[in-house]
């Protein structure tokens, strides 16, 4: 089917020129163009006709309406190869339209003024853009629908290659293009309306969210599953927004242990120097240092060293030559990523020297804790979805000391720290953390177990393993003790003060036997389970 008329009205005039002289040297089409398009195309020395022309009918309401008119959408609309649709045209002198150039206003870009006005943003959704495409898009059989700037180049060759014609398996594509970029644009109007007029509902009846592909990923968690990464197109921050600057390809693995390294970094960041190292998205290794960056990192990775072995490292702080130099240099590890918020030039001199390790800036995005948490945490399960708030309250919803030994000011802020690492292991988990002269560090942290007893000891024993003395130290753990069994084996491990949320029916029987003990037992009255 040869293409004879071409209706252009766009947005976006970016290579327009060029595709529609183009067009006009291979096919020599009838162009129907509107406003700014044809003022644009005429300028270049195009021949159109204007919409308002062909029509008979002018540009109403501030140019509201321009294309919505039976001889646009009827020529858009009717099926060449149905008879009645033949007659109906004729009698209405309504020609055929063969192919549609439209891109949309953009909303989605307007929006992000954060200034803009409900007026401003509302004379910014599109009405005859989307009617044209939609229509040509249910017509694909008799209409070729160009939505995109990008398609430009693909829809030349294929004219050239196919004598001024377009396959129907080309038409398709590009029809399905433009219903998944018209839901997409809807989903921004119904966020923007939602949120500018506080009617937001958390949880509708029916969820509907967009996202656009960042890149494929070489596979998913394991060889044989393939996989790739997408932004949430509401979230102007994000995972997707930290910059790679050398290093092989991300993987899905590297992207959740990166994304679960960057929110404890987030949620510790009230401290001068963070380092924290994970594995298999479970902390490995954490420390904060009020004075030295140098001392967060050499008491994170002295945790566990054998395990921090290909792991994720992130500093909440640019990272300096000398800790550059103590990874590299000194230590020699091998990193599978690092983050911070920027590597200046003395160290990234010395870490160039691992191209492999995969290095990534994020900027100033710890400060925006309040955009990065406003939309819903999503989990895949089996034929759909879990939504939930993101866990960023507060670690302690209570302070509730439950024995005759008080806390010190120094044990509670190394409980608090010790219960913010709990919160990024796996449930259950337990964290035994001790102070230094100027910040604290773990010495041993357990995850992932079926009991509370049972990460007790494994976090005492991976402490003893690296050569930690746990005597005097503090625990913390995501959830109750069920019996007082767990409490014993902090207690044995040298643990002088513990933390955990409460809320057992057998909290009388675990708060005897810490008084028994001897220990200060605290309860916090929030569970911080990672599943």
Known sequence: MKIRTVLVSTY??????EFVRALDQLIHPQILSTGGTAKVLRTAGIEITDVSEYTGAPELFGGRIKTLHPKIEGGILYRRDKEQDAQEAKDHDIDGIDMVICNL???????????????????????????MIRAAAKNYKDVVVVSQPSQYDMILSTLEEHDGAIPLHMRLSL?????????AYNIAIVDFLEHRAGN??????????????????????????EAAFYMDKASPFGIHSLEKLWGKEISFNNYLDIDACFQLLSDLNKHEHVCAIFKHTTPNGVAVDGNSQLEACKNAFSCDPLSAFGGIWGFNKPVEPEVAKYIIE????????????????????????????????????????????????????????????????????????????????????????????????????????????????TIGIGAGQQSRVHVVKLAHSKALEFKHDPTGSVMATDSFF???????????????????????IRDGEVIARAEELGISLVFTGKRVFRH
């Open 482 to 504: 069920p019996f007082p069994d767990g409490v014993e084996a902090a207690v044995d491990a040298g643990a002088k003060a513990v933390l955990c949320p409460g809320g057992s």
């Open 175 to 183: 029809a399905i293009a433009v219903f998944r970029n018209v839901a």
């Open 200 to 225: 937001f509902e958390k949880f509708p009846a029916l969820l509907v969210k967009a996202f656009e592909k960042v890149h494929p990923c070489r596979y998913g968690e394991n060889w044989d599953q």
């Open 105 to 131: 206003y953009p909303f989605e870009e307007a929006i992000k003024n954060e200034n803009i006005t409900m007026e401003d943003a509302l004379e910014m959704i599109d009405i005859g853009g989307p009617t």
């Open 12 to 17: 976006k005039k970016d290579g327009l020129v």
């Open 330 to 441: 000194e230590k020699n590890i091998f990193i599978e990523v690092l983050l911070a918020p920027s590597i200046p030039k003395e160290s990234r001199k010395v870490l160039e020297k691992k191209q492999n390790m995969r290095v990534l800036e994020f900027g100033n995005m710890l400060a925006k804790r309040e955009v990065l948490y406003q939309n819903l945490e999503i989990r895949g399960i089996l034929g759909g979805i879990l939504l939930q708030d993101y866990d960023h309250a507060g670690i302690v919803k209570d302070w509730d000391e439950k024995t005759t030994r008080k806390t010190s000011t120094k044990e509670r802020e190394t409980l608090v720290f010790a219960m913010t690492v709990c919160k990024w292991a796996k449930s259950n988990s337990a964290v035994f953390a001790k102070v230094t002269e100027h910040g604290m560090y």
